[in-house]
């Protein structure tokens, strides 16, 4: 898998949440005014597009695009 | 007297607070709101209404989350003559004004703390056109008692809005007769009784959340616990139930599954449940059973089937009886409930048992038709009977099975999204030349999800899909106060469609599912 950066989630849950403008520390739900649906398929859409699986227990740890990234590349070594 | 003696839901609360004045009606948050207080609540709402100018069956629109304000507020438009017209306060502010100008409506109601960053954009827009946003506690117990019309069993109490195209908003009228009968057969076909303790967290400017967990509990006057719609904690609806020992919940499969990924074996006493009803959208078997042996429970959770048309309930199995699966793995909904005639038909022939076709509806709880909408209304009937648009058939004994929809219907998360009118609202963003929506559940657990495709002009780059995805998450967003799970651009004719230019929902969540679009390489963006 090739090496994820930041930036590339970042676009990733700008477009998932209609934001133009995401940072990685950005809180999904408190900061960019996901719902848990959206949670769930930003995880998705990162599953479908890396090609990993995210378990729901990881889901609940996850909060930022920063989180996320942290997540992709643990599971991409 | 009885609530059985009553026509209207406003004589009855009237009476309600005259005869059981202390006794809660529900709470919510945990305070508890006497019968007394919420016709007390009811009545200033109305004379503020009285006192702005309202006027008989004029539609007063209510932007309000589940709260006490709700129900002073609901019942205050009916009290003050007018006719109630509750809207989902996550709305866009487009939505919102459309719904407005469709009912000719010149008044919202809209809470103190989203009024000024929400509406006031829609009172700007509303300006020349004679419409206002006013606040709920405005001006409220500062004025006299007033005298107020009376309400006729004929009269229309409240227009349900249900998802259609954006140029021709559908709005369920639905009046006191058509509620009385629909509460009294779901107290007959749920056997619920004045014992019966409900807990629900449901949206109350909703069918179920309103009319079966408030309607119902306010006209037996049982004891009723009403929670924020929040599900970001399922505990709180948990710790309510057994804290109350509740008898009585319902919820969309969704909401039941979120629990079942959530909360640990027996962690929660639910034992006091006699119903946990699954309605709203497809009840899964798995949740059923996954559900019940979580809690230690047997033969609680039922399912059910309704929709706005017929007021909302139509038909659900017992409780305390084995859920009934068929062979393709569908839940039975059970039988319908006393007085509601249910027959299957296809091209105008009715079918004999087991066999699909349109599950039609007809009863005294048949909504009217749609306000302002004759050409709807037409539509909506066949021989007096409501053309539901869901698909189904009834076994032998009379149990009803719901196989999917006529109609492009996305339920997302228990609410009826129109594949229609977010089609065509991306439709009119530049460079797309066709798009369709569907609901797709890949098995996760939020269930049915939105999916948009959208077929290009002609070649873009990168830049622009990337641009044109936000643009259309935010337009679906800025209307309809959900997101698109994935946003998919295809090529020309990448859509499949009938020869006459009818999209095949059903054929393009097929290709999409089981890779073909990938595989003829119809997808432009994204490359996942």
Same mark, same amino acid.
């Given at each position: 898998?090739?090496i994820v950066?930041?930036?590339e989630?970042k676009?990733?849950?700008?477009?998932?949440?209609?934001?133009?403008?995401?940072?990685?520390?950005?809180?999904?739900?408190?900061d960019?005014?996901a719902?848990?649906?959206d949670v769930?398929?930003?995880?998705?859409?990162v599953?479908?597009?890396?090609?990993?699986?995210?378990?729901?227990?990881?889901?609940t740890s996850i909060?930022t695009?920063?989180?996320?990234?942290?997540?992709v590349q643990?599971?991409?070594? | 007297? &009885?609530?059985e003696?009553f026509t &209207?839901l406003?004589?009855?609360l009237a009476?309600?607070?005259?005869?059981?004045?202390?006794k809660?009606?529900?709470?919510?948050n945990?305070?508890p709101?006497?019968?007394?207080?919420?016709?007390? @609540?009811i009545?200033?709402?109305?004379?503020?209404l009285?006192n702005l100018?309202?006027?008989?069956?004029?539609?007063?629109i209510?932007?309000?989350?589940?709260?006490?304000e709700?129900?002073?507020?609901?019942?205050g438009?009916?009290?003050?003559g007018?006719?109630?017209?509750p809207?989902?306060?996550q709305?866009g502010?487009?939505?919102i004004l459309?719904?407005?100008r469709?009912?000719?409506? /010149?008044?919202?109601?809209?809470p103190a703390?989203?009024a000024?960053?929400?509406?006031?954009?829609?009172?700007e827009?509303?300006t020349?056109?004679?419409?206002?946003v006013?606040?709920?506690?405005?001006g409220?117990?500062?004025v006299?008692?007033s005298?107020?019309?009376?309400?006729?069993?004929?009269d229309?109490?409240f227009?349900q809005?249900?998802?259609?195209?954006? @140029?021709?908003?559908?709005?369920?009228m639905?009046?006191?007769?058509n509620?009385l009968?629909n509460?009294?057969?779901?107290?007959?076909?749920?056997?619920i009784?004045?014992q019966?303790k409900?807990?629900?967290?449901?949206?109350?400017?909703h069918?179920m959340?309103?009319?079966?967990?408030?309607?119902?509990?306010?006209?037996?006057?049982?004891?009723?616990h009403l929670?924020?719609?929040?599900?970001?904690?399922?505990?709180?609806w948990?710790?309510t139930i057994?804290?109350?020992?509740?008898?009585f919940?319902a919820?969309?499969?969704?909401?039941?599954?979120l629990v079942?990924?959530r909360i640990?074996?027996?962690?929660?006493?639910?034992?006091s449940l006699?119903v946990?009803?699954?309605?709203?959208?497809? +009840?899964?078997?798995?949740?059923?059973?996954?559900?019940e042996?979580?809690?230690?429970?047997k033969?609680v959770? &039922?399912?059910?089937?309704?929709?706005a048309?017929a007021?909302?309930g139509?038909?659900?199995?017992?409780?305390?009886?084995?859920?009934? +699966?068929?062979e393709?793995?569908?839940?039975s909904?059970?039988?319908?409930?006393?007085?509601?005639?249910?027959?299957?038909?296809e091209?105008g022939?009715e079918?004999?048992?087991?066999?699909v076709g349109?599950?039609?509806?007809?009863?005294?709880?048949?909504?009217?038709?749609?306000?302002?909408?004759?050409e709807?209304t037409?539509?909506?009937?066949?021989n007096?009977f409501?053309l539901?648009?869901?698909?189904g058939?009834?076994?032998?004994?009379?149990n009803?099975?719901?196989t999917?929809r006529?109609?492009?219907?996305?339920?997302h998360?228990g609410q009826?999204?129109?594949?229609?009118?977010?089609e065509?609202?991306?439709?009119?963003?530049?460079?797309? /030349?066709f798009?369709a929506?569907?609901g797709i559940?890949?098995g996760?657990l939020?269930?049915e999800?939105?999916y +948009?495709?959208?077929e290009?002009r002609?070649n873009?780059s990168?830049?622009i899909?990337e $641009?044109?995805t936000?643009q259309?998450?935010?337009a679906?967003?800025?209307?309809?106060?959900?997101?698109p799970?994935?946003?998919?651009f295809?090529k020309?004719h990448?859509?499949p469609?009938?020869?006459?230019g009818?999209?095949?929902h059903v054929?393009?969540?097929e290709?999409?599912l089981?890779?073909?679009l990938?595989?003829?390489?119809?997808?432009l963006?994204? $490359?996942?």
């Amino acid at each position: 898998m090739p090496i994820v950066s930041i930036d590339e989630i970042k676009k990733l849950v700008g477009m998932q949440l209609g934001k133009r403008n995401v940072n990685e520390s950005d809180r999904f739900v408190e900061d960019l005014g996901a719902e848990s649906a959206d949670v769930a398929n930003i995880v998705a859409t990162v599953e479908e597009k890396y090609g990993i699986t995210i378990k729901e227990a990881e889901i609940t740890s996850i909060f930022t695009p920063a989180d996320l990234l942290a997540l992709v590349q643990k599971r991409a070594q | 007297m &009885t609530p059985e003696t009553f026509t &209207t839901l406003i004589d009855l609360l009237a009476w309600r607070a005259n005869i059981s004045a202390a006794k809660m009606a529900f709470t919510f948050n945990k305070i508890p709101y006497t019968f007394e207080d919420l016709w007390g @609540g009811i009545n200033d709402f109305a004379t503020l209404l009285q006192n702005l100018g309202v006027r008989s069956h004029e539609c007063v629109i209510i932007v309000l989350p589940n709260s006490a304000e709700f129900f002073f507020a609901f019942y205050g438009v009916q009290r003050a003559g007018g006719i109630a017209v509750p809207i989902f306060p996550q709305s866009g502010i487009e939505r919102i004004l459309t719904i407005a100008r469709s009912c000719n409506a /010149r008044f919202i109601v809209a809470p103190a703390i989203i009024a000024t960053e929400k509406m006031h954009p829609t009172q700007e827009a509303g300006t020349g056109r004679g419409l206002s946003v006013f606040m709920v506690n405005d001006g409220l117990r500062e004025v006299e008692e007033s005298c107020f019309p009376a309400t006729q069993l004929k009269d229309v109490a409240f227009l349900q809005y249900t998802s259609g195209s954006t @140029g021709n908003p559908k709005g369920v009228m639905l009046t006191h007769a058509n509620l009385l009968t629909n509460i009294r057969q779901m107290i007959a076909g749920m056997e619920i009784n004045e014992q019966d303790k409900f807990a629900s967290w449901l949206p109350v400017y909703h069918d179920m959340g309103l009319i079966l967990k408030t309607m119902v509990p306010f006209y037996l006057a049982t004891e009723t616990h009403l929670l924020p719609t929040n599900l970001k904690d399922v505990r709180l609806w948990l710790e309510t139930i057994q804290l109350h020992r509740a008898t009585f919940t319902a919820a969309p499969d969704f909401a039941y599954r979120l629990v079942l990924n959530r909360i640990q074996q027996n962690e929660y006493d639910l034992s006091s449940l006699r119903v946990a009803l699954n309605a709203a959208e497809p +009840v899964r078997a798995t949740t059923i059973y996954e559900f019940e042996k979580r809690f230690g429970l047997k033969n609680v959770m &039922t399912a059910g089937y309704g929709l706005a048309e017929a007021t909302v309930g139509v038909s659900m199995s017992k409780p305390g009886q084995n859920p009934k +699966v068929d062979e393709r793995g569908i839940v039975s909904v059970g039988k319908p409930f006393p007085g509601m005639e249910v027959k299957i038909i296809e091209e105008g022939e009715e079918l004999k048992f087991g066999q699909v076709g349109e599950i039609l509806i007809k009863g005294t709880a048949n909504c009217k038709g749609y306000y302002n909408n004759p050409e709807e209304t037409e539509n909506l009937f066949r021989n007096g009977f409501i053309l539901s648009g869901d698909m189904g058939y009834l076994d032998e004994e009379g149990n009803l099975y719901i196989t999917g929809r006529k109609k492009n219907i996305i339920k997302h998360l228990g609410q009826s999204i129109a594949g229609q009118e977010l089609e065509e609202l991306v439709d009119t963003l530049p460079g797309v /030349r066709f798009s369709a929506a569907v609901g797709i559940d890949r098995g996760r657990l939020e269930g049915e999800q939105v999916y +948009v495709f959208a077929e290009m002009r002609n070649n873009r780059s990168t830049e622009i899909w990337e $641009d044109l995805t936000l643009q259309i998450v935010e337009a679906i967003h800025a209307r309809l106060g959900i997101r698109p799970a994935r946003v998919l651009f295809l090529k020309p004719h990448g859509i499949p469609r009938t020869y006459n230019g009818k999209i095949q929902h059903v054929v393009l969540k097929e290709q999409f599912l089981s890779g073909k679009l990938k595989e003829d390489m119809l997808i432009l963006y994204p $490359d996942y």
